[in-house]
Every structure is written in C-alpha cells, then in structure tokens.
C-alpha cells in the first residue's frame, strides 16, 4: 500500500517517486522518472512529464501541464491551466529534445491562472506571477510582475501582500508583521 493517494483514473508511470501525503487527482498523468515530494496536491486533468522534479506541499491546480526540464522547489503554487514551455523555437518537424531549457520555480513562489512561464526563465523565492502573465525573462525573490508581457509592478512578502516601503528602505507584511528590506533593487527579509 502506497502512502500517497491517486484517484483511480490517474495513471503513474514506473519509476516515479512520490512522497507520503500527496494526492493526485482524476486523469492525472506522471510520466516516468517523476520526482515528487511529500503533501503536494495534484489537481486534475495535470501533465507531469518525464524527469520533473516537485518539492514538498507543491499545490499544482487543475489543467496544468509541467514539462522536462521543470523544477519546482517547496510550497510552489502552481494556478490552473498556467503553462510551462521547455523549448524555445518549436517546430512539429523538427525533434529538438536535446535543446531543452530549465526552468526552476524556488521555494515559496506562486504563479497565476493561465500564465505561461517561457523556458529558461527562474522564478525566484516567494515571487508572484499574475494571473495570464507571460514571463520572458528571469524574476527576482519577492518580485510581483503581471501582463504580457510581464512587467514588475512591486513587491510581495511571503504571505503574498503587497510591500509598501517607506523612506529607509523598509516595509511590513500586514498579516505577519515580518519586515522587509529594499535595498539595490533587492528585496531581504530582515
């Protein structure tokens, strides 16, 4: 007996592993070589494609697809139906499996609803990603962008407010009260 659940119409391939706690949904596919960590949440009709990599408490929502080359560090938010790209000129007769990029989504990010994330690109620590986003180049920690293509319009703390920094340099998450620091176009929690 596994010490995950996977809904009867999802299909794993061998050689995944996936960590106690982790539900995976109706339809879900994990292609081979999967790595996927504890309590994470597999919405459904999602895509896990072969060698992906997934953090513990990963929330993955419904229609996503993740392709190779993929990383997604610990308590990521994956919305629904956002997209993954992992090649960046493809042509349906041309087989550029060798030219696949990385991407890697760090500790604590979330990216919105129907955004799409072009290969190569990192999304830093606790950044945000608006929902329909198309993000073309790498985000930094902390960083809130949004439209397409994506802009930076501010800051976030890892609670996902908005950051408001005052004449030093220093802002308060109004809901755990954890202080921030904006100092080189970089944002540190104290």
């Keep these: 007996m596994s010490d995950y659940f996977s809904h009867e119409t999802a299909v794993i391939d061998k050689g995944s592993v996936i960590g106690a706690g982790t539900k995976i949904w109706h ?3 994990i292609m081979p070589n999967c790595k996927i960590g504890e309590k994470c949440n597999i919405g459904q009709n999602v895509v896990i494609s072969p060698d992906v990599v997934l953090g513990n408490n990963v929330k993955v929502q419904n229609n996503v697809s993740i392709y190779t080359g993929v990383i997604c ?5 994956l919305g629904p139906s956002m997209v ?3 090649v960046i000129n493809p042509r349906s007769a041309i087989i550029r499996k060798e030219e696949y990029l990385k991407t890697r989504v760090k500790k604590g990010a979330s990216i919105g609803a129907n955004a799409t994330i072009v290969c190569g690109n990192d999304i830093g620590e606790y950044a945000f990603i608006g929902a329909g986003a198309v993000v073309t180049k790498e985000i930094p920690a902390y960083s809130l962008w949004v ?3 994506a802009k ?3 800051w976030v703390s890892e609670y996902g407010h908005r950051l ?3 004449e030093n340099g220093i802002a308060v998450c109004p809901e755990s009260n954890q202080e921030y620091k904006l100092e080189n176009n970089q944002v540190n929690q104290l």
């Design 84 to 86: 993954f790209t992992n």
């Design 73 to 77: 560090e610990d308590d990521v938010f």
């Design 164 to 166: 408001n920094f005052n």
């Design 27 to 29: 339809f879900s596919h």
């Design 147 to 149: 439209g397409n293509p």
């Design 152 to 154: 930076q319009i501010g």
